[in-house]
């Protein structure tokens, strides 16, 4: 644990602290669990139960969480004190302040922005990555991530019943003006996208060798890229949160929906229930997957003998499979790793690339934007666009004009 946590509790209240973040283990990330009770206060812990009780979604109470427990660090940093509750305006302006701002001023002001002490502490406690240049130039942060975390903040202040400063005039025009000078491009959250020619070699990486067969973990693997490439590019929470009960395999059907002799191809349903974009948990928030990923989904299956429960879990260096789910990180991590043994570069890819890329190759190959949506579940026609008109860029006509 970090030296420069807040200032040390009393270890009864730190266990108990740490007994009620323990119900909370199901949703929250368990290695960050003691970190949690030194960051948060008895109060911030509360809150966060009663978020839970009320039926918040596991994902959005889970980015919830990380942006409160960033909030009461920063504080904590900035100020000597935890977050106060209302925050004053002042706290808020001099959060913008920190985290957005002028690079080029930056350059010849080293005091502008964060001050380094401040950062320092954040990334001492992994709450803030190495935000520099090539040339060694901290950077402000992304506009995006400012606009979430400051909406974080004012979510708790109504679920506290506190009115907060988050709207007032003052605050607006420091956000716009703020967020225009910092003027830092949208990065993706992988740079590149997975599309069919990098899956495959994803998956020759799970094949085994020519002396070995492909070993439960190889199984595990293949399954994971097929099914979260194939169902629409599902999030990583998403395949980490798959359940025996939201998947039912289906009769064969035929391979061409308009010749009903032509061969038959394994069918299955998968049902989402709750997602990022999808409240709802109905029935009709469901995808269906036909041949090769519900071949892989059912060798993995039979492998490891699951028959309820988590549908991904652990494989530990022995190859025994574990009883609980892999995280989502775990996902992440998972393709990392492949990518490294198929020769390509981790540091291009995270798993939002099989999101990414399944967009991005329904548009290579000429299937509707419309029937891509249905498979991905995106709602928003303006994001999914976006992955068509990257596909579409490179091959204009116009942009040949010199060739």
């Given amino acids: ?86 925050a004053p305006e002042s706290l808020i302006l001099k959060f913008l302040a920190h985290h957005l701002w002028d690079p080029e001023k930056r350059k010849i002001d080293p005091a502008h922005g ?12 992994k709450l803030l990555r190495t935000q520099k240049n090539s040339a060694g130039l901290r950077r402000p942060h992304a506009p995006a991530t400012v606009e979430r975390r400051l909406a974080t903040w004012s979510t708790l202040h109504r679920w ?6 988050f709207s007032s005039p003052q605050i607006r025009s420091a956000k716009r003006l703020a967020v225009r000078t910092a003027d830092r491009p949208k990065t993706r959250k992988s740079k590149k996208a997975v599309t069919a020619d990098i899956l495959k070699r994803l998956l020759a990486t799970c094949d085994g060798t020519d002396y070995q067969q492909p070993s439960l973990m190889d199984v595990r693997d293949r399954a ?5 490439f194939a169902s629409g590019g599902r999030r990583r929470s998403e395949i980490a949160g798959l359940r025996m009960d939201r998947v039912q395999f289906e009769d064969p059907v035929p ?5 009903p002799d032509s061969p038959l191809l394994p069918c299955a349903t998968i049902r989402l229930g709750r997602t990022k974009t999808e409240e709802s948990s109905g029935h009709d928030n469901h995808v269906v997957l036909l041949g090769q990923p519900v071949d892989a989904l059912k060798a993995w299956l039979g492998a490891s003998g699951i028959e309820d429960g988590p549908v991904f879990r652990g494989v530990d260096q022995w190859g025994n499979l574990k009883t609980r789910p892999l995280s989502p990180q775990s996902i992440n991590a998972i393709l990392k790793k492949r990518c490294t043994d198929a020769g390509l570069d981790s540091n291009d890819f995270s798993a939002h690339g099989l999101r990414s890329g399944f967009l991005t190759e329904a548009a290579n ?39």
Avoid at 160 to 165: D, K, Q, S, V
Avoid at 379 to 390: F, G, I, P
């Fill in 1 to 86: 644990m970090s030296q420069n946590l807040p200032s040390p509790v009393g270890n009864d209240a730190l266990t108990a602290r740490l007994e009620k973040l323990d119900s909370l283990a199901a949703i929250l990330p368990a290695d960050r669990s003691e970190q949690l009770a030194h960051l948060l206060t008895d109060d911030d812990v509360e809150t966060l139960r009663h978020l839970a009780k009320v039926g918040m979604g596991e994902n959005t109470l889970r980015a919830l969480t990380s942006d409160f427990s960033y909030l009461e660090a920063w504080c904590q940093a900035a100020t000597g004190a935890p977050l106060p509750w209302p």
């Fill in 114 to 125: 964060m001050p380094e002490t401040v950062a320092a502490e954040l990334e001492d406690l």
């Fill in 160 to 165: 506290r019943g506190l009115e907060g400063a």
């Fill in 224 to 228: 994971i890229f097929l099914i979260g």
């Fill in 255 to 259: 391979s061409d929906p308009n010749r």
């Fill in 365 to 403: 190959q000429g299937i509707p934007l419309q029937d891509a949506m249905q498979q991905s579940r995106h709602r928003s026609l303006s994001q999914a666009s976006a992955y068509y008109n990257e596909a579409d860029r490179q091959r204009r006509r116009s942009a040949r004009i010199l060739e």
